[in-house]
């Protein structure tokens, strides 16, 4: 089955400054790649995707990259801002498109 | 429009009872997911449905099951609780195969 690894595991940057998480998935057939938010107790929540035909994605100060060739992809925040600490989970889709396969989390920290 | 809703939020069970957690969905989502998350991990599937009637395994059914009747519901099953079953509980539903998974808000299962 598919496999995502996440880094790094936690993130502190200072508030302005731009912060990058970086996946690798192992699937070359996977073609959906989602970023998850999860605030401190809350549910996760969408923040951004890409599909394999698009190799970046911009969303305000959010961006991802996708390089299909090296299997991986990488979440950009820029001008980050203390709301946005949180953990944050990047993946993958399987072969037939059903299931979604997570990292392990990244928790960001931005230190006003 | 309430989104997912998951009861109870908090439970906790002794070794060997059983119990069934609740998932509903007011959105119409043809698919739905049970996801657990260990503390300062990732989430993992259990189970998912693509519609009224199917469900399939996903990467962590053992101990679990499911049933999707209607498709508004889809309750999981734990028989014969055990300690490694202490996590926390997500439902998700999606319009798409491969779209924005709304998440629940949780249940938080200690077993001891």
């Known amino acids: 089955g598919e496999n995502v690894e996440q880094h790094p595991s936690t993130l502190s940057v200072q508030e302005g400054d731009s912060a990058v998480i970086k996946c690798t998935y192992s699937d070359s057939a996977s073609n959906y790649f989602p970023w998850y938010k999860q605030e401190l107790g809350k549910r996760p929540q969408l923040i951004i995707d890409i599909r394999s035909n698009v190799g970046e994605k911009k969303d305000q100060r959010i961006a991802v990259t996708l390089n299909k060739t090296a299997k991986h992809f990488s979440l950009h925040i820029t001008e980050t801002q203390p709301e946005d600490s949180a953990v944050y989970f990047c993946a993958a889709t399987d072969n037939a498109g059903n299931m979604l396969t997570f990292g392990g989390g990244t928790r960001l920290m931005v230190k006003p | 429009n309430a989104g997912v809703t998951q009861t109870p939020k908090f439970r906790i069970l002794k070794i060997g009872q059983s119990m069934t957690l609740q998932c509903t969905q007011d959105m119409n989502h043809n698919y739905m997911y049970w996801y657990r998350q260990d503390p300062g991990m990732g989430l993992k599937l259990i189970y998912y449905?693509?519609?009224?009637?199917?469900?399939d395994k996903g990467e962590v059914p053992n101990g679990y099951n499911v049933s999707r009747s209607t498709t508004e519901d889809f309750p999981l099953r734990l028989e014969l609780a055990a300690p490694s079953q202490t996590s926390v509980y997500f439902c998700?539903?999606?319009?798409?195969?491969?779209?924005?998974?709304?998440f629940g808000p949780g249940t938080r299962l200690t077993v001891t």
């Open positions: 998700a539903s999606s319009y798409a195969r491969q779209g924005e998974q709304y």
């Open positions: 449905s693509v519609g009224a009637g199917i469900t």
